[in-house]
């Protein structure tokens, strides 16, 4: 979903809920946005959109989660090295702390945390496109398209064409649960970010264990200012 990137986040959140003490949301929602990133990137680069080796296993454990612990780390500290931001930037900083709910600095491995929560993160967006897809690229480039559902899912009614892709995109089956998840996505990640009930739920969770406080996780990660 490159155009509908946002979608992949509204979707892990119910994980981050099921398993607060051991996910953080930074690293969480660029994980699951990774698998486009990293094969858009490529698309870009050679002129052609297309699913490869950011949404294979192979690449999930490897560039995907490597890339993606740096980006999210570095965006974690360049946050974290606003001491003064304009406004814009400072709500913008305020709505991601509020996803975090992460603990105290220095309590725990955070960096296993960030990895394991990045490594869920690609997982999500994987299962997802697993299900809204006519095909799926898990075992790439040993097999390029491998096809785990009936012939019914991939029926194809008719063809898309997309700038930057190859080939038009089949519409059938699969394509309106692709529709349905994403507009379900968008919305569960609006409706917490309107509401910011998330954070005050997961902080809440933590403390219950004894190991939360009011600071996010961007702020247990990245070189001090």
Do not use: N
């Amino acid at each position: 979903m490159p155009v509908f990137v946002f979608s992949h986040q509204g979707l892990a959140l119910p994980f981050l809920r099921r398993f607060p003490r051991s996910l953080e949301a930074w690293p969480l929602f660029i994980g699951a946005a990774m698998p486009d990133l990293a094969d858009g990137t490529v698309g870009l680069w050679r002129g052609t959109l297309g699913k490869g080796w950011g949404h294979s296993l192979v690449g999930a454990a490897t560039t995907d989660l490597l890339v993606g612990f740096a980006l999210a780390w570095l965006s974690a500290a360049a946050i974290r090295r606003l001491s003064a931001p304009p406004e814009p930037i400072r709500r913008m900083q305020s709505r991601f702390s509020s996803f975090g709910g992460g603990g105290e600095a220095g309590t725990g491995p955070w960096a296993v945390r960030w990895l394991f929560s990045m490594f869920a993160g690609i997982l999500t967006h994987l299962f997802f496109d697993l299900i809204t897809h006519a095909d799926c690229q898990f075992l790439y480039p040993w097999v390029r398209s491998l096809r785990l559902f009936p012939d019914w899912w991939s029926t194809v009614w008719c063809e898309w064409p997309l700038p930057l892709y190859a080939e038009p995109y089949p519409i059938g089956p699969h394509f309106i649960v692709w529709w349905a998840l994403t507009f379900l996505g968008a919305w569960m990640l609006f409706r917490a970010w309107r509401r910011r009930s998330l954070y005050s739920w997961v902080r809440r969770t933590k403390r219950a264990r004894g190991r939360g406080s009011d600071r996010s996780d961007l702020s247990e990660c990245g070189p001090t200012p």
